[in-house]
């Protein structure tokens, strides 16, 4: 089998464990030695392999071929998944992590994927080997592998849920955006909650791009801009139309056509069209 390449690492295994739920340190060398893997991430705030005066589970990997693979669970800023990389780096020399920058601790273990890029952008730049845990969004992966990651993890369901993957679709996105999207694009997709206006502040942007399609567009949205510039004097919306070629375009109407049968590989990404003639018209 082909070798697994993370940067400058190599590993003959695919497969990586996870260091939690055992009874002690002997039994989750025993446990992993016996899965052939070769890398066994640890959550440094739980897991002790920074301070020689205790027991450290390093020590029980130290005549083996298994890395050990930090990662930095329990971080909710991207301030603290640097600081706590930075001493796990000092203190033990490894530099090779997975970033997770948490942005719901309480219920789903979701990342916070802004957080994770800053961290990102910051930790490559201190030369670690960065396998970053991000969301299924091929945007985002995009962003972090611009930002320096070695590789991209997006989730595929809730962690600790056991429902396997719930976005195929999404994830098979994930990779072949990393190739696709030309290095000179730089979006971003972030989510909100609350007032538009609060978040463009926040962003400090000075204005909101709105799309009409058609006229009768145009009475709705216009309410819109009203009532935000209502909010805050200090963003414009700017109102955009389309091209004529793509005027009569939504993605109900491309999803319809697909199903139907029709080609609309000249509507969306190729990898888009392929997986919509999957999904409507499987054999």
Excluded at 47 to 57: A, H, R, S
Excluded at 81 to 96: M, N, Q, W
Excluded at 152 to 174: D, H, K, T, W
Aim: with cysteine; glycine share 6%.
């Amino acid at each position: 089998m082909e070798k697994l390449k993370i940067g400058k690492y190599e590993f003959n295994s695919r497969l990586i464990v996870g260091s939690g739920k055992y009874s002690d340190f002997a039994t989750t060398r025993e446990a992993t030695l016996a899965s052939e893997a070769e890398m066994i991430t640890v959550a440094v705030r739980r897991v002790n392999i920074t301070n020689p005066n205790e027991e450290n589970l390093m020590d029980y990997f130290k005549d083996t071929n298994v890395q050990i693979l930090p990662n930095s669970a329990g971080c909710v800023t991207a301030e603290e998944a640097i600081t706590t990389f930075r001493l796990v780096k000092e203190a033990t020399g490894i530099d090779i992590i997975k970033l997770e920058v948490i942005g719901d601790t309480a219920k789903t273990l979701y990342p916070d994927v802004i957080e994770t890029l800053k961290a990102c952008e910051v930790l490559a730049k201190d030369g670690f080997t960065i396998m970053a845990y991000t969301n299924d969004d091929p945007i985002m992966a995009k962003r972090l592998e611009d930002a320096g990651a070695s590789a991209v993890m997006p989730l595929a369901a809730p962690i600790g849920s056991g429902l396997g993957i719930q976005n195929r679709y999404n994830v098979l996105f994930v990779k072949e955006a990393v190739k696709e999207i030309p290095e000179s694009y730089r979006i971003q997709v972030e989510g909100f909650t609350g007032l538009l206006v609060d978040f463009a502040k926040k962003k400090s942007a000075c204005a909101i791009i709105r799309g009409l399609r058609a006229i009768s567009d145009f009475e709705y949205e216009m309410q819109l801009a009203l009532m935000n510039r209502k909010l805050s004097h200090s963003i414009d919306t700017i109102f955009l139309l389309p091209s004529l070629k793509w005027i009569f375009l939504s993605s109900s109407i491309v999803k319809e056509a697909a199903k139907l049968g029709g080609n609309v590989e000249d509507l969306v990404p190729r990898i888009v069209a392929e997986k919509l003639k999957e999904k409507f018209h499987r054999s």
